[in-house]
């Protein structure tokens, strides 16, 4: 008799599914359940029995497929989760607005006009915190009626003046506001003064006419006694570039700042320059009176927060000027140098008028819509020519990178770009040999690497005696230097500029540019 397989019981037995020889046999019940096609269990039953695929429960399998990723419902959050939030609103407003025209000559200068220095933004975004600073020192002095002075500082291109333009105008609402009398303002800018002591003449001549005597005994007269006829007002000054007035002697320093200590003085002074130690080592006096400035310092910008204030400006526009990662390019170099402002806002118009180049060079050679005509919509060739289109009305990383190295070129920069193309092989051969503890090496040994070097781009080299000879040339221009020895090959010789240079002043070539990121 056949064999018959033992099968083990549990105590529910209508319901249950079991297992025989590596099969799924269906109880009576559950083949009555599996005829009803609306059952719900009919539906868990089905894919129990039909698909290979991991269970999942109905809920989770109403928009799935068991061909669709684990993360399928959910990849769009988890890739933007994935990103910092200045990258992701940048990724954001990339792919949501659509691609500008560059040949619309009233696209581009609006543009243009937007990223210029002199067009102020709305609101200034990323200095909230030095700008409720300043403003707190002004509302106070207004509702105390007490005079002072303020040193605003930092490096330059980092919002100083600009905030300080917002604040007085949020002060005037505020004064308007609050029943209180608004201060007179009184804007200076010292580089402008003929003579240094003529600041004095200009705050008289803000609050009277002139008298006879001299401004600053006029104003020390005024200040030291109870005048019959009190100025009511406040009277704000804002000194900018205030090292302006720094003299032999800080006397016109010194007597500016103290007019805010007379015991009757209405005069509250803030002085913006870029010197941090301008109060300490300037007005030492002012501080053994216990009279020391209030000093707000401006921080160098950040590089999220250069993108935040380019978005600022380019989010007024419809569509997408710049590619999200030139943008960060631009920001990343200047933040590590300087955090100027000013030169981010630069760059990027300059990149804007190597885009502007780059399509009227290649206006007549690509069958392109013509700078009048606008992007055509006869659709060519299906992806290929819109990706084209797409591409060349954006501004891109190398249309950046090119304007970084106009704003941040140096000498080693502009002989090396200069050099023949030999020489520069030679160099680019020097680079690759010296990576590492590697601090020089023979002509012999860099022949070795520059001939690789041609090898791997079929351009014939020279020979031994004539890159030895180049060496020379390169070693009379300051780049290398080659020492001497019985033999040619035998000299040795070491990379005298830094390999970043060399590396930025050939990343404009692909052929150098792959060459030496290899390693």
Wanted: positive net charge; glycine residues 4%.
């Amino acid at each position: 008799m056949p064999t018959i397989a033992a099968v083990r019981r549990s105590p529910r037995v209508s319901g249950e599914t079991t297992v025989v020889a590596d099969q799924i046999v269906s109880s009576p019940q559950k083949r009555r359940l599996r005829s009803n096609p609306t059952s719900e269990d009919s539906l868990v039953t089905s894919s129990l029995t039909s698909s290979p695929c991991k269970w999942k429960s109905p809920r989770r399998r109403v928009n799935d497929s068991p061909k669709t990723p684990p993360n399928a419902n959910r990849g769009d959050k988890a890739v933007i989760m994935s990103k910092s939030p200045v990258k992701r609103r940048l990724s954001e407003s990339f792919l949501e607005k659509p691609t500008w025209n560059p040949r619309d000559m009233e696209q581009l200068n609006a543009v243009k006009q937007a990223l210029h220095v002199s067009r102020a933004p709305s609101k200034l975004v990323c200095r909230e915190v030095e700008q409720n600073r300043v403003l707190e020192f002004c509302k106070q002095a207004v509702e105390q009626e007490k005079a002072g002075s303020l040193y605003m500082c930092g490096c330059p291109g980092t919002g100083k003046s600009l905030s300080m333009e917002k604040v007085n105008q949020v002060l005037v609402n505020w004064a308007q506001e609050s029943g209180f009398q608004a201060p007179d303002t009184l804007s200076l800018n010292c580089s402008s003064l003929s003579k240094t002591s003529d600041i004095f003449s200009k705050i008289l001549d803000k609050i009277q006419p002139r008298s006879r005597t001299s401004p600053l005994q006029y104003l020390q007269k005024m200040f030291s006694e109870k005048q019959q006829t009190a100025v009511t007002k406040m009277l704000l000054i804002v000194a900018d570039e205030l090292d302006y007035l720094i003299t032999k002697d800080k006397a016109v320093l010194h007597d500016l700042f103290m007019l805010t200590t007379l015991p009757f003085s209405r005069f509250v002074l803030i002085g913006i320059a870029n010197a941090i130690d301008l109060a300490d080592k300037f007005l030492p006096k002012l501080q053994s009176l216990n009279c020391k400035p209030a000093v707000i310092t401006f921080r160098a910008y950040s590089k999220d927060q250069i993108i935040s204030i380019l978005q600022q400006r380019l989010n007024a526009f419809p569509y997408t000027v710049f590619q999200p990662q030139a943008l960060e390019l631009c920001a990343r170099k200047v933040a590590s140098a300087s955090g100027d402002m000013r030169k981010a806002l630069w760059i990027c118009r300059s990149a804007i008028e190597m885009l502007e180049a780059e399509i009227r060079d290649s206006i007549n050679s690509l069958d392109l819509p013509s700078l009048h005509g606008g992007v055509s919509d006869q659709p060519r060739d299906g992806a290929y020519d819109k990706s084209l289109i797409h591409e060349s009305n954006v501004v891109r990383v190398d249309h950046v990178a090119i304007a970084l190295s106009k704003a941040y070129r140096s000498p080693v920069v502009d002989t090396i770009q200069a050099l023949p193309q030999h020489q520069q092989i030679i160099l680019c051969s020097a680079v690759k040999l010296f990576r590492g503890k590697k601090k020089d090496a023979t002509i012999g040994e860099l022949n070795i690497s520059y001939l690789d070097v041609c090898k791997s781009t079929l351009i014939p080299p020279v020979g031994i005696m004539e890159l030895s000879s180049m060496c020379r040339v390169l070693g009379d221009q300051g780049i290398l230097k080659v020492g001497k020895a019985r033999e040619e090959k035998l000299c040795r010789v070491t990379l005298k500029v830094d390999e970043a240079d060399v590396t930025f002043a050939l990343q404009g070539i692909r052929f150098f540019r792959n060459c030496l990121q290899q390693s």
